[in-house]
């Protein structure tokens, strides 16, 4: 039997190599924080064919674009800004140039438009394609934690939450197009996702945003991250989630279904940020607030039990 899910393995390698450092921000955030190296941010993300893409049904432009844009998200979160970053390429013996080619076509056209440059990385042959980039970026402030909220901030989020896994089961199963009435929408938000650099940029110069978090693995699974690093609570009013309805054919019927998917699915790429400021702008929701403990639910002001929801965030293994 396997000893180790993603977490516990994580745990397992954060305990094994700790170390005490209050100049640094390790394993457990968005991004590894130095502040002796001018408040240098660092961090990776990979993906690989047959687990987060079908090689068949693969536009490998937008591959290229999202796989810089899901650790622009990170830099994101940490509220700072891209510098430099290293890319490594697992090339299986099928792949043809012209994948190649349009893979890194869409990588520099998302490297241009955040003016990030590529110094460095690998090639490697493989069975299957992968991809791996490490990105580099600097905070202008403090950094943005994930271990950082306070009791009575606001918990908001950024954009539309279940977009991008709306967007996926219409790729993984034909039937489910009927659902959607507009299912590109939907398909785009998840093969293209936008980091939310310009808009943390914007809301940290603007307000106090005491933690933060990108949502890759479900909103509400990085919600439970910020409340156990901050050693604190959440209620959530599930019906305030901003959820793209108008686009969805039986939404009225399947309100909470649909509301729970969203919730649980993963790779938003959104923001959930905490912060003690009302905030009204354009593309921010206030879903709720951080409380002393508990992890509470409510739809149409009545508790939903935590344990009834099945899924509440994607682990990977
Ligand atoms: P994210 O979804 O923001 O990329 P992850 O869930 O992948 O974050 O990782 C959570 C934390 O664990 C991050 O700080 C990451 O750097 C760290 N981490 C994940 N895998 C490893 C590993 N193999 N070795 C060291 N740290 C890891
Ligand atoms: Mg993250």
Redesign the pocket.
Known sequence: MKKYNEFSL?EK??KDFSFQNKNIIG????C?FLKKEKNLII?T?TLVENKHFIFEKTDFFLLGKKSLSVNLS?IAAMGGIPLYFLLTLGIPPYMEDSFIEKFLDGLKECAIEYKTKLIGGDCVASNNFFVSITLLGKTLKKPILRSNAKINDYIYTTGKIGDSSFGLSILLNEEEKKCFKDENYFVKKHLNPTPRIKLMKKLSGKYKINSAI?I??GLLGDLIHIAEESKCGFEIFIDKIPISKEKISNFQEKELEYILKAISGGEDYEIIFTSPDIIKEKEITNIGRITDSGFKLFYKDKELALSNIKNKSFIHF
């Open positions: 994580i390698i954060k394993i457990g955030d968005d590894a961090t993300d990170d990108d890759s693995d």
